[in-house]
């Protein structure tokens, strides 16, 4: 239960750092930035942080339901002993 609470914990950074990530993209897009030498927008550089917390606040999701699946299923598993 301790993971699931860690997860959890993680899950709302990421979802913070998302947020904060687009906001950064936007500005950056609104302000018409370009690479010094490659002369190419630096949102598509920016870009990369709110994607990379997305990808992950998805697998912590992951993990988080399949910890709690296992619970289930220990706790389902201890109830089928109890009874017999």
Do not use: H
């Not at 709302?12 to 370009?34: A, T, Y």
């Not at 994607?51 to 999701?61: E, I, P, Q, Y």
């Amino acid at each position: 239960m301790i993971a699931v609470i860690a997860y959890l914990i993680t899950l709302f950074f990421c979802g913070l750092m998302f947020v904060w990530g687009l906001k950064m993209v936007v500005f950056v897009k609104e302000s018409n930035q370009l690479a010094p030498a490659l002369q190419f927008p630096m949102y598509f550089a920016y870009i990369c942080l709110p994607l990379g917390f997305l990808l992950m606040a998805v697998r912590k999701t992951i993990i988080i339901k399949n910890l709690i699946v296992q619970d289930f299923k220990r706790s389902n598993r201890a109830d089928d002993k109890v009874r017999i």
